[in-house]
């Protein structure tokens, strides 16, 4: 189980990793990582602030105990004047104090005003390195945006991109759906013409006893325009045949008297016919 479980979170961090891989624009990420840095920096500075803040503060302290330090020296000097031993002695011993406190607190100073020289000296380098970032950053971004369009230039002239592949297959199955309209179409006229289908146009009279009138007619019509325009063809006419045979003797329109002999229309009558 245990073994199980462990391979359900390793798949669970893969798939998470792959999808923030895709939702990942490294522009935001370098400029979120560039607002991370300046964070950084206002941070170091005021932290550097306040270092030169409690220094002075130290500085003011220490002024006002020296301050103190030199008037209780002063009183202990007018006490032994008017013979108050007693007082001076007070007053030397707060001065004691007076003293010490001073010495901490030039200690705290000292203390400070290193902090606040390592402080300069960070803020000076992380400003340095802010600065060379912003510069790379901008760098990068200019880089990956030029790429980024250069990529969808490539995958629209290629057609592989998501927007030029959904209109590359909205393309395609326009010209699917037109190929098979029009063969749909081509077997239509294919069966309406074989006499399978009917032209719901036509009347309802005609059937295939009709059509196959219909068709021998037009073949008669075809024939005969056919031997027409062979006979008006130059040099296709034939002469006439000689009627009986060709033999004159044989004739049936012989005129009596002449027998056997075949008169022209326009040979001149006969002289004994007259009579």
Do not use: H
Not at 51 to 58: E, H
């Amino acid at each position: 189980m245990a073994s199980i479980f462990r391979r359900i979170v390793d798949l669970f961090r893969i798939k998470a990793n792959k999808a923030l891989d895709r939702a990942e624009d490294p522009r935001e990420v370098l400029d979120y990582s560039y607002q991370r840095q300046l964070e950084m920096l206002q941070r170091v500075r005021r932290g550097l602030a306040d270092v030169a803040t409690s220094r002075k503060r130290i500085e003011v302290q220490a002024a006002q105990l020296r301050q103190s330090g030199g008037k209780l020296e002063g009183q202990a000097q007018q006490a032994l004047a008017v013979g108050r031993e007693d007082l001076a002695r007070e007053a030397l011993t707060r001065r004691t104090a007076v003293a010490a406190q001073i010495e901490d607190l030039d200690s705290q100073w000292a203390t400070l005003q290193e902090q606040e020289e390592k402080l300069t000296v960070s803020a000076q380098r992380l400003q340095s390195q802010v600065d060379t970032f912003r510069t790379r950053k901008e760098t990068i971004k200019a880089g990956y945006t030029a790429a980024e369009a250069q990529t969808r230039i490539g995958e629209a002239v290629s057609g592989i991109g998501d927007e030029m592949g959904d209109v590359g297959m909205a393309v395609q199955r326009a010209q699917d759906k037109t190929e098979q309209l029009q063969a749909r179409a081509g077997a239509l006229d294919e069966l309406i013409d074989s006499g399978a289908l009917e032209d719901a146009t036509l009347g309802t009279g005609r059937d295939d006893i009709q059509t196959e009138l219909d068709a021998a007619t037009s073949d008669q019509d075809v024939e005969s325009q056919l031997a027409r325009m062979k006979a008006e063809l130059p040099g296709s006419a034939t002469p006439p045949a000689v009627e009986g045979g060709g033999t004159t003797g044989s004739s049936d329109t012989a005129r009596p008297g002449t027998p056997g002999v075949e008169r022209s229309p326009d040979s001149p009558p006969d002289q004994g016919s007259t009579r």
